[in-house]
Nanobody
Framework: QVQLVESGGGLVQAGGSLRLSCAAS????????MAWFRQAPGKDREFVAG????????YYADSVKGRFTISRDNAKNTVYLQMNSLKPEDTAVYYC?????????????????WGQGTQVTVSS
């Protein structure tokens, strides 16, 4: 069992930055792929960024490429999402997710463990 707890959300002006953290506990290891998803009101949950177990491979949604960076510190069992040049359309609840395996899926139904989410609001 894996427990995930997100933090770092908040209110920021357009063009600003935030760093989200996802602390993992339980049976965590570098064998788990991790990802960030987001869900805006009335919209489906969408993939934002993913990182392989050892952190060597990263994936990004086209909408955040060049602005967001995902990283992980396996010694601290923590995954980060550095978000720069934020836009109002980035406003959503951001969720951390984990799944055991070598692949880093981009579909939410392929992830087994989820955090409770943290709200990110970008004002124009």
């Amino acid at each position: 069992q894996v427990q995930l707890v997100e933090s770092g959300g908040g209110l920021v002006q357009a063009g600003g930055s935030l760093r989200l953290s996802c602390a993992a506990s339980g049976r965590t290891s570098s064998s788990y792929a991790m990802a960030w998803f987001r869900q805006a009101p009335g919209k489906d949950r969408e993939f934002v960024a993913g990182i392989s177990g050892r952190g060597g491979i990263t994936y990004y949604a086209d909408s955040v490429k060049g602005r967001f960076t995902i990283s992980r510190d396996n010694a601290k069992n923590t995954v980060y999402l550095q978000m720069n040049s934020l836009k109002p359309e980035d406003t959503a609840v951001y969720y951390c997710a984990a799944v055991y395996g070598v692949r880093t899926p981009t579909r939410p139904d392929e992830y087994v463990y989820w955090g409770q989410g943290t709200q990110v609001t970008v004002s124009s």
